[in-house]
Every structure is written in structure tokens, then in C-alpha cells.
């Protein structure tokens, strides 16, 4: 769980960073740890443990239900009218909310709400999330996938004994590299995407 804290924190501070890049385009790349500690400890540890738990039920969720102005209209006016209760639990489950913390500085759960607004209200969007929390999935699954036969390839080239532990080492080792280097481009591109919303 430290674990899933400080990637969210990191995705707290780079957001935060590209926030200030939009409205200032001068401001110390400081400020947004100086938030993170002295402001919205308690936001990030919250979202973090919201987008631990439930990323993945949330991305089944919105991959299989419809959604208004989409191939089938009446059945998502239907579903997204009936299904309110999860609607508003999951929308809360949302990595974009850090940068509008940045931008704010309201707690987690009002800012993913409004974030999901956000989305909701622009036309580049279909439902309450961004593209960016599909682009983080679809990333990940396709790099760590290639990273990791190439790199399984290489090792049972090489060595004699390839087991069980060398295997687990190769996928933690190359999804944290990942991770971090997919967190910087998304996290800085979701601050991007939700100062350009909040300004229309």
C-alpha cells in the first residue's frame, strides 16, 4: 500500500507541476510537493486508496456500459440513469482529480466529481472519464507484455537455470520502469487535459 502512495503521490506532483506550467508558465516546480505535504496529505492518501482498490472494476464497469449520444442512446440514457448509485461511487475512482487538486485545492472526492463533470460536459469525451485512464491500461498491458518476452527470450538465452524467481524478478523489475515512465508522460499530459477543460 506505501507502494501505491507514492506513485500516486508522484502523479500528484507531476500534475501539479504541469498545472502550474498552464496557468503560470513561471512557478517553482516545488510548489506542488509543498501542497502534497502541507495541504492535501489526507486528499492523495484517500484517492490513493480509492484507485488502488477499485481501478479495475472501474475500467470493466465504463468499457461495458453505454452511454448517452453513443451507438445505443436509449439503453445508456437507461443505464445511466438507473445505475446513479455506482455511478457516483465510481466516478470517484479517477487519477485526474490529483491535477485539479493543484488547480483548486478542494479535497479528493469533490474534485474527482468534478472532474468527472468535466469530462462529461466535453464532447472530446464519451461518459465520465478521460482517454488518458484507458491510454494508462492499454500502455501498460502492451509494454510490460513486449518488455517481458524480450527479456524472457534474452535471460533463457543466457543462463542454464531459469526458474521460477527469475521470472518474478523480470516482471517486477520491468513493471516498475514502466510504471514510472508511463506515470511521467500521463500524469503530466492529465494536468494538461483538465487545466485546458476547466478553462472552457
Given at each position: 500500500?506505501?507502494?501505491?502512495?507514492?506513485?500516486?503521490?508522484?502523479?500528484?506532483?507531476?500534475?501539479?507541476?504541469?498545472?502550474?506550467?498552464?496557468?503560470?508558465?513561471?512557478?517553482?516546480?516545488?510548489?506542488?510537493?509543498?501542497?502534497?505535504?502541507?495541504?492535501?496529505?489526507?486528499?492523495?492518501?484517500?484517492?490513493?486508496?480509492?484507485?488502488?482498490?477499485?481501478?479495475?472494476?472501474t475500467?470493466l464497469?465504463?468499457?461495458?456500459?453505454?452511454?448517452?449520444?453513443?451507438?445505443?442512446?436509449?439503453?445508456?440514457?437507461?443505464?445511466?440513469?438507473?445505475?446513479?448509485?455506482?455511478?457516483?461511487f465510481?466516478?470517484?475512482?479517477?487519477?485526474?482529480?490529483?491535477?485539479?487538486?493543484?488547480?483548486?485545492?478542494?479535497?479528493?472526492?469533490?474534485?474527482?466529481?468534478?472532474?468527472?463533470?468535466?469530462?462529461?460536459?466535453?464532447?472530446?469525451?464519451?461518459?465520465?472519464?478521460?482517454?488518458?485512464?484507458?491510454?494508462?491500461?492499454?500502455?501498460?498491458?502492451?509494454?510490460?507484455?513486449?518488455?517481458?518476452?524480450?527479456?524472457?527470450?534474452?535471460?533463457?538465452?543466457?543462463?542454464?537455470?531459469?526458474?521460477?524467481?527469475?521470472?518474478?524478478?523480470?516482471?517486477?523489475?520491468?513493471?516498475?520502469?514502466?510504471?514510472?515512465?508511463?506515470?511521467?508522460?500521463?500524469?503530466?499530459?492529465?494536468?494538461?487535459?483538465?487545466?485546458?477543460?476547466?478553462?472552457?
Amino acid at each position: 500500500m506505501h507502494v501505491i502512495f507514492l506513485i500516486y503521490s508522484d502523479n500528484f506532483c507531476v500534475s501539479g507541476n504541469a498545472v502550474d506550467w498552464y496557468w503560470t508558465r513561471n512557478s517553482s516546480c516545488y510548489q506542488p510537493y509543498q501542497r502534497l505535504v502541507c495541504k492535501n496529505w489526507g486528499s492523495v492518501v484517500g484517492g490513493s486508496f480509492l484507485n488502488a482498490f477499485f481501478e479495475v472494476p472501474t475500467l470493466l464497469i465504463e468499457l461495458l456500459a453505454c452511454h448517452p449520444n453513443t451507438c445505443c442512446s436509449k439503453m445508456g440514457t437507461v443505464c445511466y440513469n438507473t445505475c446513479n448509485i455506482f455511478t457516483c461511487f465510481f466516478e470517484l475512482v479517477r487519477t485526474d482529480a490529483y491535477s485539479y487538486i493543484n488547480l483548486t485545492g478542494i479535497p479528493f472526492c469533490d474534485a474527482a466529481r468534478q472532474c468527472g463533470r468535466l469530462c462529461d460536459r466535453s464532447k472530446q469525451f464519451v461518459g465520465y472519464f478521460s482517454a488518458m485512464k484507458h491510454y494508462r491500461l492499454a500502455t501498460h498491458i502492451s509494454i510490460v507484455s513486449f518488455v517481458f518476452f524480450w527479456g524472457f527470450w534474452i535471460l533463457d538465452y543466457r543462463t542454464l537455470n531459469f526458474d521460477l524467481w527469475k521470472i518474478a524478478v523480470l516482471i517486477i523489475t520491468i513493471y516498475s520502469t514502466v510504471t514510472w515512465f508511463v506515470g511521467i508522460h500521463i500524469d503530466s499530459a492529465e494536468g494538461l487535459q483538465t487545466s485546458y477543460l476547466a478553462e472552457l
